[in-house]
Each structure stands twice: as structure tokens, then as C-alpha cells.
């Protein structure tokens, strides 16, 4: 099955539209009288173990056994079974399989042995196909079949069989899943004179059993489920996973061993594609005439990528992968990821600057350098931008030292509000495989520091003796939480922002009115994205005999309750380091003085930090606090103090200051 | 049948609208004139922050000869507006073809760049004698400040007649619309009607052919509760009916007499269904004893209409089969709800009830308009039975509906009661708030460390029971306990973990859906100093707030009444004494009543909370009212109490 570059979302959104539009169209596949094959009744009568936590269905079993042909071409046929053991796991009854011009789908069948009476079995006719997908066009389609029965109790189970030709020799076999897996099994049938290697990665090394006639198998019992936890790294970088290279020993042009050798297959399939028509010479004089310094013109021509250049995905056949040519991207003025990357190369070229394609996952964590190498590790394309000496890196951040390269700027032209100089917070610490003429390598990209990441919030507020809380509140934004801030009031049209900020506030104040909001910078990508707001919030202060309790931390929140879950399996992931200040000004009434207030706040773990206090100077109540992240990823070692840190927190944002009525 | 068939449109334009969001354009290289102000526009003034607007949109549809032309001219103001150059034109291929496709852009200079591709079939869903695909496309060049447009013919099968709906706003500006439809002219007479249509125009019939023309139409948009779509959207409905007549109350009285016709045909009177009635009834029965007993018998039928929807062998293989008569429902044991709401007349009528037929409009996706002349609106049944000198309305068809009561879309609306005459329109009964309750009790207990714990019971009773019944019916106890647990969690302060400790009753309709829990809230109690700060109503850090924008476009609509009655008694601890309590509130409005109070006897608090909402449908102009009351309601949970560290002997 193929995995193209690049799909900005999950692509089974698409497939549950399918879904819908198949319920709407008719009634569910009609299914036949029919046997189930031995291999299904086999593991119908399998005795099961108590499981914990309540899964919705048990994998009895997945198998592939693939045959590769002399020509190069592959057979692969696929099994699975599953017994659903509560209701929720009925979806598995929706088999769906995608596949597309290189992957042809040859033979579909799915079977069902209900708790009670006779089995069912359903085909191919019985499926509906869609190539609905997150790409304006896709060669890429699914077939969605419905197994009849699939209860509570029942076994299902599906067979299907796919030819291909791959662009690369290797199969990647992800054999846990979110529920447990009971057995699995892969079996490798090669060409006389054909070999294998074989990568494991997130599980034990297991050595195939020998088989006749250069064929081997893997067989693996009692997967562990891989739970969904929240904030926990993607479940493809935790899951275990078994990479398989084959190849003739006399040929080794389509396998890829390392990551050199899929650097260096991409390099191939991106030749000629970076070619500057006439027209492109002229936009590039176009844009920087007149910007005499280098950084000045490459921030020029991001900014024509990024505002001019429209995202549109049009994939097929290997045009998943390759790019499509820079003259044809800038005469249509619309690409994809590759598309742009491809295009801003060639314009930076122009200019005198180098650049190289940088193939990455969206996700951080998927594909490291301990990762097999593999094409479907990746789903997105970016660029690293070879810096001349004379550029001045004291405000690009997303800058690492290349032994013989010198310096790259990493930099994603898909992402419309990520500035050059920053990166997306996803790529941030990711890793992905630069793509240069002698080869690749798997590198590791920037960290930003949480500086670079920044919200100030700073309210200047007065508080009425009857409770009513008013004032001014500024926001400043830079790096990521400017990046996601500008998208979501982008997104939004009409009075959608002002109400945007009145849901923000309702989590933070009742009763209250905004009486101004304004948004500074929105649409310029480069600066700080700046919200002013002012509002009324009645009763704020609580009276309580003759005190008014107030709470200094009027808006914000840092805390978070995901550790306070079901204990945790795997590590935490921020999405960026990043620091947040927090300053607000209350005036406070006349006729009344502080009686209490709560003590401050400093702690540090290492992988965030927090500290807070409460000053009064005159009838002023100034609360300050920051928030840090210092790492993204915490280990599960520390997952305590992480739990102990946001309680802290969590504390801090409750506590209030105690004022007593001094006059009549 | 005759050369044509008339098919009902909803269908496929639900189909067409859930991939479009709205139909789109004239066929032909003959695009209209673009103005300078058309080029030159950088916003509109009435939705100066949109993306696009639409400038014009033109949907002509012509009966005679099975086509429709669209034709659409968008302005792009913002980077986000040029998504709106990705064109997809669904359809569905063994119906339709989709011919004459144009497009083209002008940039802000006025030069155009045409669309010169072509597009793509992109299969939507294909299998089982279907292919619905789209034509896709996108416009190259696209900046900010283009406009783009495009056209197109849409033909249809010649023997098939759809009808027409101009659904008039779209999720944009529109600046200017037209529409036509020149009808078939044949053995349906073609019907419409103009639904909230804005100036107050209408579709007008000009020599044969009807038209509508409007300007600056306001781009629809969501809101929390608000009244169903349907009910908003102004709209044109045409439809070939096979009716002539167009008296509405001749309409319906004709239409009361063919639904009566089918109903009877099913119910009868028939001698089985009066032995089964004697069989359930004791012939001393309390008459109400004996309605309850009935009801609670059709009840027990296996409702098929809330099961997961079968395959046709395992229809085949459970011998499910089409059943003719309530005689065979009652015999075989399952029937859909309809079949069970007649099941239940006819042991009704069996057992010597005054009983009637009704058929009622849902009110969950619009109301009920007796203007237009569409039966299809009467889309749900209950049972109208005189019980002494009362009536009530019943539908023991819905799952898990107590007797007395019906759902929440049932409640409030007009039906038609079926006699051989025709009939009548009533309206069912709108239940009070004191029929669906929320009831939470609480027994808690403070300790030092700031954390609350101790029990929480909830009771849920009428609607708020029914619903949550029907929500949940798929669950098993595992499901039914998470579900269950995170609603809890939802109502308190992050952090708070929560046990259930009984098994609820899930399918009793006549019992209240009572659920025990074990709640524990870590940091339940702020420290200021020797002060302990705690607000009054455990529910005071809910995460879901009502009514936070100032403004807003449509009314508000609840679904029914309802109810919350909290009750918490709450143990302090020994080293603390209270030393402030919020005061007693009790606000009655015409929005609803809010009523809470906070008391301390020696150790323990005790604190009642009531809140009932009364409306269902509130106008606009009075929207900023509600928003205070419910301001008012967070306000007063919010209340803080106050402890004071004391020595322990010291309490009072």
C-alpha cells in the first residue's frame, strides 16, 4: 500500500465522508450464505486471556505472505481476523482498503462466523469504492466493504490480495495496533538469487523460521495494545514495526539500505525538475530588485511561495512522490508540498543560493535515524536553505551548523504563516533526510528555544467595591503561539473573531462584556501578531461579609488535567518550548486593603518551569507569572513530576487574594 | 406508469448540498460583463471580513427539457478565500451528465487567465449499481483580489422529474442571485412555496416560467441553539404533486383521508388483536392500569427502527419479513416503531378505547407549515387516546419513551388526527420543565488537605432520561459506566475523578435513570492564608458555558424544557469554622427560575440549587435577557463560602 507525500490530514476523514455518502446511498452490502474458510473457524475456537481496559475487539490475526516475481513484481496477500467483544468494535466490520494504479487490488472477500448460526461471506461486488481524499485529485482509491453480523461475539474476517510494482523494494509491516494483537504472521517468498534484510524497530529482533525455496517467516503471538494516551508521541513512533529490503543480490538499484540510498533514489526522481524558465528569471529580478541583501531577497521570494503560491494536491502514480517541474508549479501558481519546495528552490537558485530538499514526517518521532529506512516514514517535503556567509543568522532560529555544508536554514513554504527563520512546531527536534547531490543523510532539526515561542499578556484592570472587574488586557505573540493564533482568526470571517474572544473569556470570567477587540499584524506573517481587548466583568470579585475575593490570575490557563487520567504508558510531547508571561494590574477599591494573599509560586523541572507572585504597591494588585517549556518531550520517568508540576500550576491559577473592607 | 416518474428531490440535493455546500452557473463562452467596481472591491461592506464573496450566482433549471445551468462569479479577498478556485460539481453518473464546464479568472488588472484543464471524475462513491463522482477542478493564477467564475449544464435523465429547491443563502455573501424554473407541464401539477424569503419578494410565475431575483443576501452561519436549518434558510420549494388540489384545507382533508385509508388498512379491526387486548387487561382494571398495561405490552415488541441496520441475508436469515397488518407485528414480535405505535391503537382500541390515528411533524429538522401542500412533512405517528375525560397523546413506538410522554420532536408540534372524514390538526402536548429532570445529590465530606470527596447520586427523569436512554442504547456496561463517568467530569473541576457505583437501569422507561458515584475533587478548596475559598455549588467549574456572545443572528431554541435540581450536604473539617456564605438567591423570570441557597448547622453545610428554563423558542429581540439570566445563574454558583482556621473547640 502506498503512502504518497503529502496529505495535510489524515486521509480517513475522507473515508469516513465515504461512509456517510454510503449510508446515504443505500442499504449495507447484501451478504451471501457461504462458508468461512478454515484459517477463520481455526481461530474462532481459540480460547482468549482476560484482557485489561476493556478493548473493543481482539486481533486474532494478521498475515501477509508476499511473493516477489523475478520481474519485480509483487504479490501480497493479507489477513485478518478479529473477534469483537463489545459493541464498539462493530466498525470493524467496515473493511476498508486502499489502493491505487500501482497497487491493484486483486481479490477482496470477508467472512463472518456470528456467535450463533451460519457464517456469512461477502466479495468484492458487494464493496463500494471512493477516491475521496484530502488531495484536490488522488489516483489513490478505497473499497469499503460491510461484513453482515459483526456483533458482539462475532469473528470477522477479510482476505484480499494486491499487485504492485513499488518504486522501491521494501515492505513495512506494522504489526501492533491500539487493541492486542493475538498472532501475526509475515512470510517472504523471493526469486531464487533474491535476499532480505530485515529491520526491526520499537521490538525485539525475531529470526524468520527457514522455509523451502528461499522463503521465510515471522511469527509473532500476544501483541500488546499500543493505548491512544493524549499529548503522547504519534502511535507510528511507538508502535513496533518490521522493515523488509529484498533485492536480487546482483541489483541493488531499487532497494534502499540506508538512508543514503533513498536520498539518492529521491535525488534521482527530483532531476530536471528545478529548471528556471524565462519566466521565473523575471519574477526572481522582479522580486528582489532593489533588496540589496541576500536575506532580504530570499525573505522576498518566501513570501511569494508562501502568499502567492497556492496549496493544491494533485497526485498521481509516482507523482506522489515526485514533484511536479518549477515552470509548470509557477505558470499555475498552485502545487503541493513538494511543488513548493521544488519551486522556491529553483528561485533561490537564481539568486545564488543552494538549497535541498528535506523529506520529513509531519509527525515528530516517526522516523529517526535508528529507523529503518523507509519511503512511507515520510509524508511531507520542506526545504534547508544553504546560507551564504554574508547572511546574518542573529534572527533566523531555524538554523543548525552542516559539517560541509555550513549553515541551513530549515524552512516549510507549505505552512502559510510560519515565517522564515522559524519552524513549525512539529518539525521542531524532528528528523528528516536531507537530499543533496552525493546522497542523504538523516538529520535532526532545530529545537527552537522557548523564547522564540512567546505570548505576553499584560492587563491593566480596576476593580469596583461591588465586585465589577474592568480594564484593558494586550496580547503579544511571536512563534508558535502567534502561528496558531493567526490561523485560527484567519480562518474565521465575520464576527467570528469577536466571538472567538468572547469563548476565550467565558472560561476565564461570567458576566462579562467586551467592549473593544482589535487584531494588530494579522495578516503580516513576519511581525507580532498583537491583540488589544478591553471588557466588563460583573461580580468578579466575590463579597463575602465584609471581604472581596479576588482572583489574581484574571485570564489564562497553563494547567492541564492529562496527567490526572489513567496512568500513562508512554512519554508526554509538548508541541513546542515556549514561555508565557502573564502581568495584571489591579487597582484596587477604595475602602478596602489586602488581608491575605497567596504565596508565591517557583518551581523548576527541568523540562518546564513555573514561578509566580503577588505584589501590592499602593492600591495596585500586580500578579506576574511565567509559564515555561524547556523540552518537548518528557520521559515517562518524570511523568510524576510533570503530574505534581501542572497541580502546582493548577493552584497557583485558583488561589485569591483576600481584601477587607476598611471603612463603613 | 407513465413515461415519468416523480422522484423526491430532498434526497439527492441532501447528497448534492453535503458535498457543495450548495449548488453553484450558464453554458456558453458568453460571460457577463465585469464592472470596474467588481475589479476594484477589496471587501464588501456587509461582511467586511469575509474571504469571498459571491458577486452573482445564477441557477436556471428548465423542466422541458431536464437541465439546469449554473452559473457562479466569486470576488477573493483573502489569502483563505482562494480555496474557493477548488471547484467539485457532484453528481450522480447512471442520472446525470455535467457538460459545458467554463471557468476562468480575472485578475485584479482585468486580465483573464481561462481554465484550459480538464476535469477530472473523481469517483465519490462507487458500487452497487451507483456511481455518484464529482467533476473537479481548480483555477490557476488565483491571487487575492481575482475573481473567478464559472458555468455549466447539468442534464438529467429525460424520464425522470425532480423537484426544485432554491436554497437562497450560502455560507457567503451573495450580492446578487437569479433564479428560474420552467416547469414540465404535465400530469403533476408543480406547487411552491416562498419561505422567508427577505424584502418580502416571492417567486412569481411570467409566462410560463417562475423567477426570483435578490440581492445581498446574508451568508448563513451556525450558532449554538438555534432553531433546526430548515428553519432558517430562506428558501423556494417546488414540488409535482399528485395532488390538484391547492386549498390547503382541502389539501389536508384529502390527505387525512388517503393516510387514514393506509393506517386502517394496517390496524383494522380485527378479532386477534381484541383477544390479545383481553389477554393483557384484567377486566377490572382501572382504566389507566389497563392503557399502561397495553402500552407497556407493544412496548416489549422488538423495535426495529433503534437496531443496527441489517443486511438483506440477515434479514433473510432472522425471517424478518414485511409485515401487512398490527396482527402480524403482534404475532411475529417485531415491527418498526411506526408498526408499534399501531400495534398499540389497535390493542387500544381492542381493549375499548377512544383512540385515533395521528400523524405529527417532527420538530427536530423543521416545523410544520400547513401552507405547503406536502405530506411528506407528517413524518412521524402517535396514538391519540381518550382516557376518561382526557387526552393523550402516546408513542410507545420510541424506545425506552415513558407512558405519557413522547419525544422531545413530538412534543408541541400539529399532527393530523386521522378519521375517514379527513380529520382534524391538533397539537400535541408540550411537557412542563418538572418532567425532565436532572437531579444531583451530594454527600461530602472536606478534609484538611483542600480535597472533597464522598458520594454523588444523579437522577435523571422524562426526556433528559429518554434521551440519554437513547443515546446509549448501543453501549454495553463498560461503554455505559465511560459514558457516564465523563459527563460527571465534564460538570466538575478538572482534575476530579469519578467512580460509578451501581448498575443504572438503561431500559426501564417507567423508572428515572438513577446513577451512585464516588467522586473525589484534589484541590477542591483554595488556601489564603488561615483562610480556606470554596464556590457554593459543586458545579461551578463546568467547562460548558451558555450564552457567552453579546450577540447573536437567530433565536434560540431549546428542545424542551427541563430542570436541574442540585442538593449537597458538606462535612468541614474539624480545625475550620465558616466564617462567610453567600446570600440566598431565588430569581423567577420569564426565561426560567434560578433558587439557591447555602446553610451551615454545626459542621456541615447544606446548599440547594434549582434552575429550570421554560422556554423553547426565543425571539431574538429578547436573547440579551436570557444571556443575563444565565450570566446571573454562573454568577451565583461562582459564589464563594469562606472557612477560618479555628481551634477545634472554638467551633460554633
Avoid at chain 1, 513495512?172 to 529491520?199: C, M, S
Avoid at chain 1, 504508558?569 to 518550548?577: I, V
Avoid at chain 1, 502581568?583 to 523540562?607: C, K, M, N, Q, S
Avoid at chain 2, 382516557?387 to 410522554?405: N, Q, W
Amino acid at each position: 500500500m502506498t503512502n504518497k507525500w503529502f496529505s495535510k490530514r489524515c486521509k480517513w476523514a475522507s473515508v469516513t465522508r465515504a461512509a456517510f455518502l454510503l449510508a446515504a446511498l443505500g442499504a449495507p452490502a447484501r451478504g451471501l450464505a457461504g462458508d468461512a474458510p478454515g484459517w477463520l473457524h481455526a481461530l474462532a475456537t481459540v480460547p482468549l486471556p482476560k484482557y485489561a481496559d476493556d478493548p473493543d475487539v481482539v486481533r486474532l490475526l494478521d498475515e501477509r505472505i508476499i511473493t516477489v516475481k523475478d520481474s519485480g513484481e509483487i504479490k501480497t496477500l493479507y489477513r485478518r481476523a478479529y473477534r469483537i467483544l463489545r459493541p464498539q468494535g462493530r466498525q470493524h466490520g467496515t473493511v476498508v482498503i486502499r489502493f491505487d494504479n500501482e497497487t491493484r487490488l486483486t481479490s477482496l472477500k470477508a467472512w463472518c462466523i456470528p456467535a450463533q448460526g451460519k457464517d456469512y461471506e461477502v466479495k468484492e461486488k458487494d464493496a463500494v469504492e471512493t477516491s475521496l481524499s484530502e488531495e484536490l485529485y488522488s489516483d489513490q482509491r478505497t473499497k469499503i466493504l460491510t461484513i453482515p453480523a459483526a456483533e458482539t461475539g462475532s469473528v470477522i474476517g477479510y482476505e484480499y490480495e494486491q499487485k504492485a510494482r513499488p518504486y522501491i523494494l521494501q515492505h513495512i509491516w506494522w504489526f501492533q495496533d491500539v487493541h492486542p494483537v493475538r498472532e501475526a504472521h509475515l512470510t517472504l517468498q523471493l526469486p531464487p538469487g533474491w535476499e532480505y534484510k530485515a529491520n526491526w524497530l520499537n521490538y525485539p529482533e525475531q529470526q524468520p523460521a527457514p522455509l523451502p525455496n528461499n522463503q521465510w517467516r515471522w511469527d509473532l503471538a500476544n501483541l500488546a495494545a499500543v493505548p491512544q494516551e493524549p499529548a503522547m508521541p504519534p502511535a507510528e513512533a511507538v508502535e513496533g514495526r518490521l522493515v523488509i529490503l529484498y533485492f536480487p543480490n546482483a541489483d541493488h538499484q531499487k532497494s534502499v539500505g540506508s538512508w543514503n540510498d533513498l536520498a539518492k533514489w529521491y535525488g534521482g526522481l527530483t532531476a530536471g525538475r528545478r529548471e528556471a524558465s524565462p519566466e521565473i528569471k523575471q519574477k526572481v529580478t522582479a522580486l528582489t530588485a532593489g533588496t540589496p541583501s541576500t536575506l532580504e531577497k530570499i525573505r522576498a521570494l518566501v513570501s511569494f511561495l508562501q502568499r502567492e503560491i497556492r496549496y493544491v494536491a494533485i497526485e498521481i502514480g509516482i507523482g506522489g512522490y515526485q514533484p511536479h517541474g518549477a515552470q509548470e508549479v509557477f505558470s499555475r501558481r498552485y502545487g503541493d508540498c513538494k511543488d513548493k519546495v521544488t519551486l522556491l528552490s529553483t528561485m533561490l537558485h537564481e539568486i545564488g543560493v543552494d538549497s535541498y530538499y528535506v523529506i520529513i514526517h509531519s509527525r515528530r518521532g516517526v522516523a529517526t535515524p535508528n529507523s529503518p529506512p523507509a519511503l512511507g516514514s515520510f509524508n511531507h517535503v520542506i526545504l534547508a536553505i544553504r546560507l551564504p556567509a554574508d547572511v546574518s543568522t542573529s534572527t533566523l532560529y531555524a538554523v543548525a551548523k552542516h559539517e560541509k555544508l555550513g549553515s541551513l536554514l530549515y524552512f516549510d513554504p507549505t505552512d502559510p504563516f510560519t515565517p522564515l527563520g522559524y519552524l513549525p512546531s512539529s518539525l521542531q527536534a524532528n528528523y528528516g533526510l536531507l537530499v543533496t547531490e552525493q546522497g542523504g543523510e538523516m538529520l535532526q532539526l532545530p529545537l527552537l528555544p522557548p523564547s522564540t515561542n512567546r505570548l505576553l499578556r499584560m492587563g491593566k484592570l480596576t476593580l469596583s467595591p461591588s465586585g465589577t472587574l474592568t480594564g484593558e488586557v494586550q496580547e503579544v505573540r511571536w512563534g508558535e503561539p502567534a502561528v496558531s493564533r493567526r490561523a485560527r482568526l484567519l480562518d474565521v470571517q465575520g464576527a467570528g473573531r469577536t466571538k472567538m474572544l468572547e469563548s476565550f473569556l467565558a472560561s476565564f470570567l461570567g458576566g462579562f462584556t467586551l467592549t473593544k477587540a482589535a487584531v494588530g499584524n494579522l495578516e503580516k506573517y513576519d511581525e507580532n501578531l498583537v491583540l488589544d481587548y478591553s471588557f466588563v466583568a460583573e461580580s468578579y470579585a466575590k463579597k463575602a461579609g465584609n471581604l472581596l475575593l479576588v482572583r489574581p490570575r484574571v485570564l489564562g490557563q497553563n494547567s492541564s488535567d492529562l496527567l490526572e487520567r489513567k496512568e500513562r504508558k508512554y512519554p508526554f510531547q509538548f508541541s513546542a518550548a515556549s514561555m508565557e508571561t502573564d502581568t495584571f494590574e489591579i487597582a484596587l477599591p477604595a475602602g478596602y486593603e489586602v488581608d491575605e494573599l497567596p504565596p508565591p509560586v517557583e518551581v523548576d523541572y527541568g523540562f518546564a518551569a513555573y514561578s509566580s507572585k503577588i505584589e501590592v504597591s499602593g492600591s495596585i494588585l500586580k500578579y506576574s507569572r511565567t509559564y515555561q517549556v524547556k523540552d518537548v518531550l518528557v520521559p515517562t520517568t518524570q511523568l510524576g513530576e510533570l503530574k505534581k508540576f501542572y497541580r502546582q500550576v493548577a493552584a497557583d491559577e485558583f488561589s485569591s487574594a483576600v481584601l477587607r473592607r476598611t471603612g463603613p | 406508469m407513465g413515461r415519468w416518474r416523480v422522484l423526491p428531490c430532498v434526497f439527492f440535493l441532501g447528497i448534492l448540498l453535503l458535498i457543495t455546500g450548495g449548488p453553484l452557473a450558464l453554458a456558453g463562452d458568453d460571460w457577463l460583463p465585469i464592472s470596474p467596481g467588481e475589479l476594484a472591491m477589496k471587501s464588501h461592506p456587509a461582511s467586511p471580513e469575509a474571504h469571498a464573496v459571491i458577486l452573482y450566482r445564477e441557477e436556471q433549471t428548465d423542466d422541458t427539457t431536464s437541465s439546469t445551468t449554473y452559473y457562479f462569479r466569486l470576488k477573493i479577498f483573502t489569502e483563505e478565500g482562494k480555496e474557493r478556485a477548488n471547484i467539485e460539481i457532484p453528481y450522480l453518473k447512471e442520472l446525470m451528465t455535467i457538460r459545458d464546464i467554463k471557468a476562468r479568472v480575472i485578475r485584479p488588472d482585468g486580465s483573464v487567465a481561462n481554465f484550459e484543464g480538464k476535469p477530472f471524475d473523481k469517483t465519490l462513491v462507487k458500487g452497487r449499481g451507483i456511481k455518484f463522482l464529482a467533476k473537479t477542478f481548480t483555477l490557476p493564477e488565483v491571487q487575492v483580489g481575482s475573481i473567478i467564475e464559472y458555468k455549466y449544464k447539468q442534464e438529467w435523465d429525460r424520464f425522470l422529474l425532480f423537484d426544485t429547491h432554491w436554497i437562497i443563502p450560502q455560507d457567503l455573501f451573495t450580492v446578487r442571485a437569479r433564479f428560474s424554473l420552467k416547469p414540465f407541464r404535465g400530469l403533476f401539477p408543480l406547487r411552491w412555496i416562498n419561505l422567508r424569503i427577505p424584502d418580502g419578494k416571492v417567486a412569481r410565475e411570467d409566462k410560463g416560467v417562475i423567477h426570483l431575483e435578490l440581492e445581498n443576501i446574508p451568508a448563513f452561519q451556525k450558532e449554538e441553539y438555534m432553531p433546526p436549518e430548515n428553519e432558517l434558510k430562506s428558501r423556494v420549494d417546488f414540488f409535482y404533486s399528485s395532488s390538484s388540489e391547492m386549498d390547503p384545507t382541502k389539501f389536508w382533508k384529502e390527505e387525512g383521508k388517503r393516510l387514514y385509508e393506509e393506517v386502517d388498512k394496517f390496524v383494522g379491526h380485527r378479532k386477534g388483536i381484541e383477544r390479545a387486548a383481553a389477554e393483557i387487561v384484567a377486566p377490572d382494571d382501572p382504566p389507566e392500569i389497563k392503557l399502561r398495561k397495553l402500552y407497556a405490552r407493544a412496548q416489549q415488541i422488538r423495535n426495529l427502527s433503534i437496531e443496527r441496520r441489517r443486511t438483506e441475508k440477515e434479514e433473510q436469515r432472522e425471517k424478518l419479513k414485511d409485515l401487512e397488518n398490527v396482527e402480524e407485528v403482534l404475532k411475529r414480535g417485531y415491527g418498526s416503531g411506526r408498526q408499534i405505535t399501531w400495534l398499540f391503537l389497535a390493542l387500544a382500541r381492542g381493549a375499548g378505547f377512544q383512540a385515533w390515528p395521528v400523524m405529527v411533524s417532527r420538530r427536530n429538522e423543521y416545523f410544520f407549515n400547513p401552507n405547503a401542500l406536502d405530506r411528506r412533512q407528517l413524518n412521524d405517528n402517535i396514538v391519540l387516546v381518550r382516557l376518561d375525560s382526557r387526552d393523550l397523546f402516546l408513542d410507545p413506538g420510541t424506545a425506552f419513551c415513558p407512558f405519557g410522554m413522547l419525544p422531545w420532536g413530538e412534543t408541541g408540534v400539529q399532527g393530523l388526527r386521522l378519521e375517514k372524514d379527513g380529520g382534524a390538526f391538533v397539537t400535541t402536548t408540550l411537557p412542563p420543565s418538572s418532567a425532565s429532570r436532572i437531579e444531583r445529590r451530594a454527600s461530602l465530606e472536606l478534609g484538611e488537605s483542600s480535597a472533597l470527596e464522598g458520594k454523588l447520586s444523579v437522577t435523571l427523569t422524562g426526556l433528559e432520561a429518554l434521551r440519554r436512554r437513547l443515546e446509549d442504547r448501543d453501549e454495553d456496561e463498560a461503554g455505559h459506566r465511560k459514558s457516564l463517568e465523563d459527563e460527571i467530569k465534564e460538570w466538575l473541576p478538572v482534575g476530579s475523578t469519578v467512580e460509578l457505583e451501581n448498575s443504572p437501569d438503561w431500559k426501564g422507561p417507567e423508572e428515572p435513570l438513577r446513577a451512585e458515584f464516588k467522586i473525589r475533587m484534589p484541590n477542591w478548596a483554595n488556601s489564603a492564608g488561615r483562610r480556606l475559598l470554596f464556590p457554593v455549588t459543586l458545579f461551578a467549574g463546568s467547562r460548558q458555558h451558555r450564552f457567552t456572545h453579546a450577540t447573536r443572528v437567530y433565536p434560540v431554541y431549546f428542545d424542551f424544557p427541563f430542570q436541574t435540581v442540585d442538593e449537597m450536604t458538606l462535612k468541614l473539617p474539624l480545625i475550620f469554622q465558616v466564617s462567610s456564605l453567600p446570600e440566598a438567591r431565588n430569581r423567577q423570570t420569564s426565561f426560567g427560575q434560578y433558587e439557591m441557597s447555602c446553610q451551615a448547622q454545626g459542621g456541615t453545610l447544606r446548599v440547594v440549587r434549582r434552575l429550570s428554563s421554560e422556554g423553547l423558542l426565543i425571539p431574538l429581540e429578547y436573547y440579551s435577557g436570557l444571556r443575563g439570566f444565565f450570566e446571573m445563574v454562573r454568577t451565583g454558583d461562582d459564589e464563594q463560602v469562606v472557612l477560618q482556621a479555628v481551634q477545634v473547640g472554638q467551633r460554633n
